[in-house]
C-alpha cells in the first residue's frame, strides 16, 4: 500500500458509530500542526474558514487552485490523515477531482448535495451519480478516498421537520448505496433527529458541533462516527484577535491574565 492508501484506511477505520472520530478543524499549516500537536489521529479543513483566510467567501468563491494549494500546505506539516472539505467539487470532473485531492495529500473529502450559486437541493439522484462516479474514480486511482457526503435538507430543504428529517434520511441512504463512506447532515442538533439520523441511515453519520448541539459524549451515546466543528474555531480565534486589537486601540493590556 502506497502512504495515502494507509492513510485512507486509518481515515475509514476512525469512523465508529458511538466512539466518534473528533475533527476540530484547521484553516491553515499553522491551525493543523495545532490539531495534530493536541493529539487528534486526523485533520479536516473547512472551506469556509480557508475561504476566510484566502480572501474569499464561502460557496465556490475560491479559486480550485488556491483551495488545492491550501490543503497541500496542511498535508505537508501533519503526519496524520487529511480529509478536505471541497464544497461541490469546483466543477471539476469526478476523475480530476480525485487526481487533485491526492496531490494535494488529502486522503479523504466533504462533498455537498445544494448548488453553492443559488443554494438550492441538487436532485438525490444527480448527488447520487455524481458521488457514485467519484468512488469509481477514486477506485480506479486506488486512492482508497474517504468520503463524507454532506447533507443539507436542514440548511435548504422545505416543508415540516420531519419531512425534511425524511428526506435527510433518504439521501443519507442513497448517497452510502453510492460509495460514500459517511453522511453528513449539517445542521441537524436536536439529539432526537440525530438519533433517527443515526438509526435510520444505516452508516456513519456526521455531526457538526456548534452551541446548542449535545456534547460529544451524549453524540456518542447516540450512535455519531465523526464530529466536526466546520469553521466555528477559526471564528473564536478571529473573535480573539478582534479583542485583543481592540485592547491594542485603547491602550489596554491586550494579553490575558495568567
Known amino acids: 500500500m502506497t502512504e495515502l492508501q494507509?492513510?485512507?484506511?486509518?481515515?475509514?477505520?476512525?469512523?465508529?458509530p458511538g466512539d466518534p472520530v473528533v475533527l476540530p478543524n484547521a484553516w491553515d499549516a499553522a491551525s493543523a500542526r495545532a490539531v495534530e500537536a493536541a493529539g487528534f489521529p486526523a485533520v479536516a479543513t473547512g472551506s469556509a474558514a480557508v475561504a476566510d483566510v484566502?480572501?474569499?467567501?464561502?460557496?465556490?468563491?475560491t479559486p480550485a487552485d488556491e483551495m488545492f494549494a491550501a490543503v497541500a500546505r496542511i498535508s505537508r506539516v501533519v503526519t496524520v490523515p487529511v480529509t478536505a472539505d471541497v464544497e461541490r467539487g469546483y466543477g471539476l470532473k469526478p476523475a480530476?477531482?480525485?487526481?487533485r485531492l491526492a496531490a494535494a495529500g488529502a486522503v479523504g473529502c466533504n462533498l455537498e448535495d445544494s448548488d453553492p450559486a443559488t443554494g438550492a437541493l441538487v436532485d438525490a439522484a444527480e448527488q447520487a451519480d455524481f458521488l457514485a462516479a467519484v468512488r469509481a474514480a477514486a477506485t480506479?486511482?486506488?486512492s482508497g478516498l474517504v468520503v463524507n457526503a454532506r447533507v443539507d435538507t436542514f440548511i435548504h430543504g422545505s416543508g415540516t421537520p420531519d419531512e425534511r428529517l425524511a428526506e435527510a434520511v433518504e439521501r443519507g441512504r442513497r448517497y452510502l448505496t453510492a460509495g460514500a463512506d459517511c453522511v453528513y447532515p449539517i445542521l441537524a442538533g436536536d439529539p432526537e433527529v440525530i438519533g433517527a439520523l443515526a438509526r435510520e441511515i444505516g452508516g456513519p453519520i456526521n455531526v457538526?458541533?456548534?452551541?446548542?448541539?449535545?456534547?460529544?459524549?451524549?453524540?456518542?451515546?447516540?450512535?455519531v462516527a465523526r464530529v466536526s466543528f466546520g469553521p466555528g474555531i477559526h471564528r473564536a480565534a478571529q473573535a480573539f484577535t478582534t479583542r485583543m486589537l481592540d485592547a491594542i486601540a485603547r491602550g489596554d493590556d491586550p494579553f490575558p491574565s495568567a
Open 6 to 16: 494507509k492513510k485512507a484506511a486509518a481515515l475509514r477505520a476512525l469512523h465508529v
Open 54 to 61: 484566502l480572501g474569499y467567501e464561502d460557496g465556490h468563491d
Open 96 to 99: 480530476e477531482l480525485v487526481e
Open 140 to 142: 480506479e486511482a486506488g
Open 208 to 223: 457538526l458541533m456548534r452551541p446548542g448541539v449535545p456534547p460529544i459524549r451524549d453524540l456518542a451515546a447516540l450512535g
